[in-house]
């Protein structure tokens, strides 16, 4: 078996347990709820759970709750819904909230070192006075208040006795490090809001600089894995560790990745969702992974796409066609076989005399377990109005009067005349078929290059088809020119309505996936009523995109 090569986090994590470091690993996945999972969490998702899989532990799913603001319940079980159809268990579900009164007593322990101090001065001020990256800062007299001043003022905070934005508690640490962040950065805001899970105990909320590390330090997270932009709050975290003599967690940081064509960025797909772009999180055109699941990708072609992908330490643009391509090499092995004819045109074989009778044909020839199912044919059927051409070229392989095709595991018909109304439009073909050109004991002898997907028009039913395409028109409409929403696809929606399904799709459910011969990739919308089915595309059969 050819063995993969590491990436940079294997290899770090490898060393570690080399060097005897730890036995086993903790990771943690640290989801803001105030939104949906995206394609992009997919990446560190697979990759936190990925690693203490592969090498032992666990990790931990943390809501990073400490912005009270923009966070709901329902993102938190919307979250977990999601991560759980991934297919990763978490070791623990936890909350940064849980924290509150420990991060409370870390702020105080600063204090009495003389490490921390309460400021009142304003956001603009506190800006003003860090300097510039060659300039360095100035302390304020805030920063000559004494422990015992400090400890009264930051419990008077606590208890609510300021309004917001009045004082805020910072680390004292160095106003001229060349990092910004370094210079007296804030550990507290006051913030007199509603939090989704401690109401209003607390009218300060620490900043992400103090909870997360903290965090990760309770739970004894041997590997915290963030994102390139936390690089330069690396140093306040060890920082942080290091005075408090707290258990020594490491932050190491990957490349964000994004995905060509959408937006990886909560708050705009948040937009989109509120401006109504598109149904909901889950819309079938979001890349959301509630969006994605809906659209009818697999848990494995997501994971699949992840390892592909790989992580890295440069950002970068992942084209959409890669998570479509793991998308059809899923499918293709799973999806069950089925007609449906999107454009009906009706044919009549007019030398067929019996009642009608059942065909077989198979589920899957990609699967060898995938069995068959009956088809049922008769006289009258169906078949897609572009199969035909009445004035074909020569080498058209479909059906044009006088030429032979056959029709999915059935017979080879022949067209002999074409009818059509007063307008000129072709309402039926009259056709002959072939009774010894069955699919499977053909012994006709008639050779045919084409074959078509048709519905027998006794029993097939109609259902609506809903086509996706790209939301966007550009690659990246998060750094395009204007606004995101000048770029969306106003194509990115088809709706085809009374195409008809064979009636074994009667039986579809919501977490099947099928293969609409010649059509694509199908499943089940949950809107569906037993009246209406209702059926998203997943991904066409092949790279409509590719140059
Ligand atoms: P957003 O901008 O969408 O709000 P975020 O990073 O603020 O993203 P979080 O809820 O904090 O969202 O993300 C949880 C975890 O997922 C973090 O560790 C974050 O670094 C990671 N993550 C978010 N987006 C991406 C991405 N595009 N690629 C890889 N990892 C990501
Ligand atoms: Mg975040
Ligand atoms: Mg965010």
């Known amino acids: 078996e050819e063995k993969?090569?590491?990436?940079?986090?294997?290899?770090?994590?490898?060393?570690?347990?080399?060097?005897?470091?730890?036995?086993?690993?903790?990771?943690?996945?640290?989801?803001?709820?105030?939104?949906?999972?995206?394609?992009?969490?997919?990446?560190?998702?697979?990759?936190?759970?990925?690693?203490?899989?592969?090498?032992?532990?666990?990790?931990?799913?943390?809501?990073?709750?400490?912005?009270?603001?923009?966070?709901?319940?329902?993102?938190?079980?919307?979250?977990?819904?999601?991560?759980?159809?991934?297919?990763?268990?978490?070791?623990?579900?936890?909350?940064?909230?849980?924290?509150?009164?420990?991060?409370?007593?870390?702020?105080?322990?600063?204090?009495?070192k003389g490490l921390a101090y309460v400021d009142d001065s304003t956001s603009e001020e506190i800006a003003e006075q860090k300097g510039t990256p060659t300039q360095p800062g100035r302390r304020n007299v805030y920063a000559d208040r004494t422990v015992e001043e400090n400890?009264?003022?930051?419990?008077?905070?606590?208890?609510?006795?300021?309004?917001?934005?009045?004082?805020?508690?910072?680390?004292?640490?160095?106003?001229?490090?060349?990092?910004?962040?370094?210079?007296?950065?804030?550990?507290?805001?006051?913030?007199?809001?509603?939090?989704?899970?401690?109401?209003?105990?607390?009218?300060?909320?620490?900043?992400?600089?103090?909870?997360?590390?903290?965090s990760d330090s309770i739970e004894h997270i041997t590997h915290s894995i963030c994102t390139m932009e936390f690089v330069p709050h690396r140093e306040v975290y060890n920082w942080l560790i290091e005075q408090l003599e707290i258990y020594p967690s490491r932050q190491y940081e990957f490349a964000r990745r994004n995905l060509s064509h959408t937006l990886t960025s909560k708050r705009k797909l948040l937009?989109?969702?509120?401006?109504?772009?598109?149904?909901?999180?889950?819309?079938?055109?979001?890349?959301?992974?509630?969006?994605?699941?809906?659209?009818?990708?697999?848990?494995e072609s997501i994971r699949d796409y992840c390892e592909r992908i790989g992580v890295g330490k440069r950002d970068n643009l992942i084209d959409a066609g890669v998570l479509e391509f793991c998308a059809r090499e899923h499918l293709n092995k799973i999806a069950l076989r089925r007609m449906v004819v999107f454009d009906p045109l009706k044919v009549v074989i007019t030398n067929y005399e019996g009642e009608g009778e059942w065909l077989h044909s198979e589920n899957n020839p990609e699967d060898p377990d995938g069995g068959t199912r009956n088809i049922s044919f008769s006289r009258e059927l169906f078949i897609e109005r572009d199969d035909f051409m009445e004035?074909?070229?020569?080498?058209?392989?479909?059906?044009?009067?006088?030429?032979?095709?056959?029709?999915?595991?059935?017979?080879?018909?022949?067209?002999?005349?074409?009818?059509?109304?007063?307008?000129?439009r072709i309402t039926q073909?009259?056709?002959?078929?072939?009774?010894?050109?069955?699919?499977?004991?053909?012994?006709?002898?008639?050779?045919?290059?084409?074959?078509?997907?048709?519905?027998?028009?006794?029993?097939?039913?109609?259902v609506q088809v809903r086509e996706y395409d790209r939301l966007f028109t550009v690659e990246d409409p998060g750094n395009a020119e204007g606004n995101f929403t000048d770029y969306i696809n106003g194509q990115s929606l088809q709706v085809v309505e009374n195409a008809l399904a064979e009636l074994a799709l009667k039986e579809a459910m919501v977490n099947e996936r099928f293969q609409f011969l010649r059509k694509g990739y199908f499943?089940?919308?949950?809107?569906?009523?037993?009246?209406?089915?209702?059926?998203?595309?997943?991904?066409?059969?092949?790279?409509?995109w590719a140059k």
């Open 4 to 112: 993969k090569s590491l990436n940079f986090l294997e290899e770090i994590v490898e060393a570690d347990l080399a060097a005897g470091k730890y036995k086993t690993i903790m990771t943690r996945f640290p989801p803001e709820p105030n939104g949906y999972l995206h394609i992009g969490h997919a990446s560190s998702i697979c990759l936190n759970f990925g690693l203490s899989l592969k090498y032992g532990g666990g990790t931990n799913l943390r809501f990073d709750d400490t912005n009270p603001v923009t966070e709901e319940t329902e993102y938190v079980e919307g979250i977990k819904k999601d991560i759980q159809w991934l297919g990763f268990e978490w070791a623990n579900e936890l909350y940064a909230s849980d924290y509150f009164e420990q991060l409370y007593a870390y702020a105080v322990t600063l204090i009495k």
């Open 151 to 214: 400890l009264q003022l930051f419990e008077a905070m606590r208890n609510g006795e300021y309004q917001d934005g009045e004082k805020v508690l910072r680390a004292r640490i160095d106003m001229s490090s060349p990092n910004m962040i370094m210079r007296d950065p804030i550990l507290y805001r006051i913030k007199h809001a509603h939090h989704h899970r401690t109401g209003d105990q607390w009218s300060i909320y620490p900043m992400y600089d103090f909870a997360h590390g903290q």
């Open 271 to 299: 937009q989109l969702v509120t401006e109504k772009y598109v149904s909901g999180w889950d819309d079938p055109r979001m890349p959301t992974i509630a969006g994605l699941r809906r659209r009818g990708y697999t848990p």
């Open 391 to 424: 004035d074909a070229p020569k080498k058209y392989f479909r059906l044009a009067p006088g030429k032979q095709v056959r029709l999915k595991s059935a017979y080879i018909i022949q067209c002999d005349e074409v009818i059509k109304d007063a307008d000129g």
């Open 429 to 462: 073909l009259n056709c002959s078929y072939f009774p010894n050109s069955k699919s499977g004991e053909d012994t006709s002898g008639i050779h045919v290059k084409g074959t078509l997907h048709w519905v027998n028009a006794r029993d097939c039913f109609p």
């Open 523 to 544: 499943t089940l919308d949950p809107d569906s009523t037993p009246e209406q089915l209702i059926f998203n595309r997943t991904v066409t059969l092949k790279d409509s």
